[in-house]
């Protein structure tokens, strides 16, 4: 476990350029350049039907494609779903062939291929998604009452209560692509939301959505009171008081729930997933190209889709097929689980994701292509000049949201809809260097934003209010 998902893939692409390098130079004896480094593991770059009519780069492609080049390891597990589309379209994963052994497993009453706009598993079976995970709050019901909030529904909303400055815990998006789909589902949700008025096109609709969505996370933002660089530090947090919410996955939330439970059941911590606010997701599982241990590798994942390996997932303690030790609080991705006898066993027995899965459809034309985009604004906006968000906020909150300070603080005509996708995109497309040059002007575009939203705020004189 090198780090959290971005950094497990920075391991994959260093160790498959090292062993392609190796098989190209010492086996092929060909020469390694920048293009055949830079064409092997495009996932992009389109292979003419006959190998005849390959360049340079298309021959390095399809030479990677077909070969066995190993890295040592066998197994990819867990993170989302998208680092392993992004993956399995370089090359790195393969099909197991667990599909072609238990194709009943993978029939739509069993293991759907897509649910709510969200895949399940890969057409080529080279990921499978074999447990499922939907963002949420955790929330910590004795600090709410210190803070006087009441509690409420959980809506994604919460987090920006100025009331709950300072005291909502947050993950880093650059470590981690779950965390990074979290702040996804508050940018669909108000997507989805401008476009049910039904009062614009579909374009102008997203682009509205995504602008109140991006206000929605910098107010999260500016209440946070860290960053963590890991998700698990979050619901440990808020069940000690350091915070008083955060935004989590549910089996962080659930666990934290269960472990916390005193001996008459109540918990100080709970865990809530936003009405229509997150879609349900997987966690996938794929062998590794070159795996050194297949036959054992395929064992372990034909054992994790079996009904056996699924019951683990979310039984309770010594029940019959359930863990010895702790729940470990996680929903089977096997549809033909969630029936008696079966529910019966279940940690979480009224946690029914495909009875709701048609309250949030996720749809990846929106932000899939935006999805990098996403991650590398949120640190540009929020984390790096977080000190200067923090004390606009503070000035807002201070004197009462003055309309000037709050339209200058809601301004985000730098990171539109459009940008995202085309300018933002096309940064993360060059080299390191470039990226980090355009993010550090984009951060400091915020700071002086965030400067001047303060320097309003404080020169006003706090009798003119205004809804927030």
Request: aromatic share 12%; proline share 5%.
């Amino acid at each position: 476990m090198p780090g959290g998902t971005s950094e497990i893939e920075k391991v994959l692409d260093t160790e498959y350029t090292f062993a392609f390098q190796n098989h190209w130079e010492n086996r092929l004896g060909q020469d390694w350049t920048s293009a055949v480094e830079g064409a092997f593991n495009n996932r992009k770059l389109n292979l003419p039907e006959e190998p005849a009519s390959d360049g340079p780069a298309e021959r390095a492609r399809r030479t990677f494609l077909q070969a066995n080049v190993g890295v040592g390891l066998d197994l990819f597990f867990g993170g989302g779903a998208y680092p392993f589309v992004v993956n399995a379209g370089k090359g790195y994963l393969v099909d197991s062939g667990l599909a072609a052994k238990h194709p009943d497993w993978f029939a739509e009453s069993v293991i759907p291929q897509e649910v709510g706009g969200e895949p399940f598993y890969d057409s080529g079976y080279r990921w499978l998604g074999c447990c499922l995970s939907t963002f949420g709050i955790c929330v910590n019901d004795d600090a709410l009452d210190r803070l006087g909030i009441e509690a409420p529904t959980p809506d994604w909303a919460l987090l920006a209560d100025p009331r709950l400055f300072k005291e909502v815990a947050l993950a880093d998006p650059t470590a981690s692509g779950t965390v990074t789909k979290a702040f996804e589902m508050i940018l669909q949700q108000q997507m989805r939301r401008v476009l049910d008025r039904g009062d614009l096109d579909e374009r102008a609709a997203l682009s509205e959505g995504w602008a109140t969505g991006m206000n929605l996370i910098r107010r999260i933002g500016a209440n946070a009171r860290y960053y963590a660089n890991f998700s698990a530090k979050i619901p440990a947090d808020v069940a000690a008081g350091e915070a008083a919410v955060g935004m989590c996955i549910d089996y962080y939330g659930r666990t934290f729930n269960e472990l916390l439970r005193d001996e008459e059941g109540r918990s100080r911590l709970r865990f809530a997933t936003p009405v229509g606010g997150s879609s349900t997701s997987v966690d996938p599982i794929a062998m590794l190209r070159g795996a050194p241990n297949s036959e054992l590798a395929f064992k372990f994942m034909e054992f994790l889709f079996s009904k056996k390996g699924q019951q683990l997932w979310d039984y309770r303690v010594g029940t019959n097929g359930g863990p010895e030790r702790q729940a470990l609080r996680r929903l089977p991705v096997r549809k033909d689980l969630y029936v008696e006898p079966y529910l019966t066993n279940f940690a979480d027995p009224k946690v029914l994701p495909f009875e709701k899965a048609d309250l949030f459809r996720y749809e990846v034309a929106w932000t899939g292509r935006a999805f990098g985009a996403i991650r590398y604004i949120i640190k540009s906006v929020c984390l790096d000049p977080h000190d200067e968000l923090r004390a606009a906020w503070q000035a807002l909150i201070d004197h009462d949201f003055p309309p000037d300070a709050v339209a200058a603080f809601d301004d985000v005509s730098r990171i539109t809809y459009e940008i995202a996708l085309g300018e933002i995109a096309d940064v993360l497309k060059r080299p390191s260097r470039e990226q980090s040059l355009y993010g550090r002007g984009l951060s400091e575009h915020f700071r002086e934003q965030y400067r001047r939203v303060e320097v309003l705020a404080k020169a006003s004189d706090g009798r003119v209010t205004s809804s927030h």
